[in-house]
């Protein structure tokens, strides 16, 4: 039917390839069910735009850079008794990335402070947010690389634009005067305008020997913390889970205060 290529041609340039694609086989279920023209538009385009939010979360998890795509599914609250799944749950409806308030995940290695951030990501990525992950090693030596290249000011909006910031594993490297400088002002800038959601290993007054700065890190900690989710894992490492079960003794759980 010419009128039928028409309408194909006519939603393919007007950048519906979904609706253009299911064109004929929803008309032939639409006359088979008796539907109404006004249905029968309905659910083309509801197949148009279910493939477009496939598609755009898709997207968003790849330039998300994630190390693993684990869900707060697959968390188990049992092994890590510290942690109150409640407070989990109220954070995983991203009512905190709406008010561009930061979470705090402490507690020593191994103890789920990463998969608890991925969880909180996903969610927010499925929810139609955007997120950005990086370590801070990562992050410390790219901000460091633009601005030998003259291009900081550009390279800046890769961590300021996205609702969601993840910086994991602070506390594995010593940042120089520089450096700590530059962690600094991303803070700042992100500062009641995006959600940081960061995990250490170190107790918040060991942050002035971290940063090399104990006056950088007290101004840092003021604007990380002000509206701040803070959470303090105790608890055994996973790396040691399956060995628990089997009996194996361990060291016991280590606390990281969260105390400036």
């Known amino acids: 039917m010419v009128e039928l290529e028409h309408a194909r041609e006519l939603l393919s340039n ?26 029968f538009l309905d659910e083309l385009l509801t197949s ?38 409640r407070q989990i749950d109220e954070l995983a409806t991203l009512a905190f990335a709406a008010r561009a308030e930061n979470i705090i995940l402490l507690g020593p290695p191994g103890v789920g ?10 969610k ?4 139609g947010l955007t997120v950005y992950y990086t370590s801070l090693a990562r992050l410390i030596e790219d901000l460091k690389r633009a601005l030998e290249q003259n291009r900081l000011e550009r390279r800046w909006r890769v ?19 520089q450096e700590a400088e530059l962690f ?7 500062y009641e305008h995006g959600s940081i959601i960061l995990t250490s290993n170190k107790y918040f007054s060991d942050w002035g020997e971290l940063l090399s700065d104990t006056v950088i890190a007290t101004a840092l900690l ?8 803070v959470i303090n894992i105790r608890g055994q490492t996973y790396r040691l889970k399956d060995r628990l079960k089997a009996g194996v003794q361990t060291v016991p759980p280590v606390d990281i205060p969260a105390v400036l």
């Open 14 to 39: 007007m950048g519906l390839e979904t609706a253009a694609t299911l064109l004929d086989s929803q008309m032939e279920r639409s006359l088979h069910a008796e539907h109404t023209y006004a249905q």
């Open 48 to 85: 148009e735009q279910q493939e477009r939010d496939r598609k755009g979360e898709k997207m968003r998890i790849k330039l998300a850079r994630l190390p693993h795509r684990k869900s707060l599914e697959e968390f188990d609250f049992s092994f890590q008794p510290s942690i109150d799944k």
């Open 113 to 122: 402070k990463t998969h608890l951030a991925v969880g909180i990501s996903m």
């Open 124 to 127: 927010a990525l499925k929810a």
């Open 159 to 177: 961590y300021l634009r996205p609702a969601i910031l993840v910086i994991d594993e602070v506390g594995y490297m010593q940042l120089n005067r």
């Open 184 to 190: 600094f002002r991303l803070v700042s800038e992100r």
């Open 222 to 229: 003021d604007r990380l913390l002000h509206h701040a989710h």
